[in-house]
């Protein structure tokens, strides 16, 4: 295998004029939240992940992506993990898996990008679900299941009517550009996840911590659900299936997550497509649940 392909599926179109006129008008975390922070001090990990456990009893059993979908993947595994920290913190409020096709298929519609091809931007998907919003798998009917034709067929000729309908009433609350690693622990250190849209490669292959060298160039998108300090590095989701990354696991992480190092996430946030999601029109510090920082099973 080369250092520049990979047998899996990718899809951010990359950080070209489109993405960065529709990130500019979208605020960095430090500016949408001035006053959020997050004092790592005392050097225990952040694990949002483990919201899937308390509030599922057990991780997610994702499909792989089929197409270059990847956006509307690591954006609907954001605002599911989303809801699972909500509901963990005491919303009253049900869990529904976010369908991952719709938001690839309206992140193509205000990027301008239907009709040929795949592929999309992080900033697309953010302001797509600001502004028409998001819907369940159980709104796509008996047969809600992930599609990859379904995601190829909406992101040429674009979502259903009546579903864009139905996301009005379901839309995200805010969202927020994180370019770097004190914007990134502060999102993550009060229960916000954060999306990351970049051209950093891995190897396939954790080591004995659980993290992925960088290795070769992707166009892919991803989620943020952890951080740790003793190593210095960030969990990240990713979107082919349970089974990759291959290799010895750390910090009760997810069977599809690994570990980056903090060099490496900051050249991912540096390049302007990651995003913190709020259920709320406002990011506000919030206490997470104190076995969300050990090394124990949910």
């Known amino acids: 295998m080369s250092e520049t392909t990979n047998p899996l599926a990718f899809g951010w179109l990359g950080a070209d004029e489109v993405q960065q006129g529709l990130a ?47 956006v509307g993947f690591g954006h609907a595994h954001g605002v599911d993990m989303l809801q699972c920290v909500e509901i963990a913190l005491g ?4 869990y529904r898996e976010t369908s991952t096709e719709f938001i690839y298929a309206v992140s193509r519609e205000v990027g301008g990008l239907l009709g040929g091809g795949d592929g999309s931007y992080g900033s697309a998907a953010v302001t797509a679900m600001t502004t028409v919003g998001v819907v369940s798998r ?21 979502a259903p009517a009546e579903l864009k309908t139905l996301a009005a009433s379901y839309k995200l609350g805010s969202t ?30 954790r080591d ?40 010895p696991t750390a910090l009760d992480q997810p069977s599809f997550s690994f570990w980056a190092d903090r060099p490496v996430v900051e ?8 995003w913190a999601l709020a ?14 920082s050990y090394n124990q099973a949910a």
């Open 24 to 70: 500019r008008r979208r605020p960095s975390l430090a500016m949408a939240a001035p006053d959020l922070s997050s004092d790592a001090s005392d050097g225990k990990p952040i694990l949002l992940y483990k919201a899937f456990r308390d509030v599922l009893g057990e991780y997610p059993n994702y499909p792989a992506q089929e197409i270059g979908d990847c």
């Open 91 to 94: 919303a009253p409020a049900e």
């Open 138 to 158: 159980e709104a796509l009917g008996a047969d809600g299941s992930y599609s990859g034709r379904r995601a190829k067929d909406w992101g040429r000729r674009g």
């Open 176 to 205: 927020a550009r994180v370019t770097s690693w004190a914007e990134l622990s502060a999102a993550v250190a009060n229960g916000y996840p954060v999306t990351i849209c970049s051209n950093q490669g891995f190897t396939l292959e």
């Open 208 to 247: 004995g911590d659980g993290f992925c060298r960088a290795k070769g160039s992707w166009g892919h998108c991803m989620l943020i659900g952890g951080l740790r300090f003793d190593r210095p590095g960030a969990c990240i989701l990713q979107s082919w299936g349970p089974s990759q990354p291959a290799g």
């Open 267 to 274: 050249r991912i946030l540096a390049q302007g497509d990651s």
């Open 279 to 292: 259920k709320a029109p406002v990011f506000v510090p919030r206490e997470l649940p104190k076995h969300w």
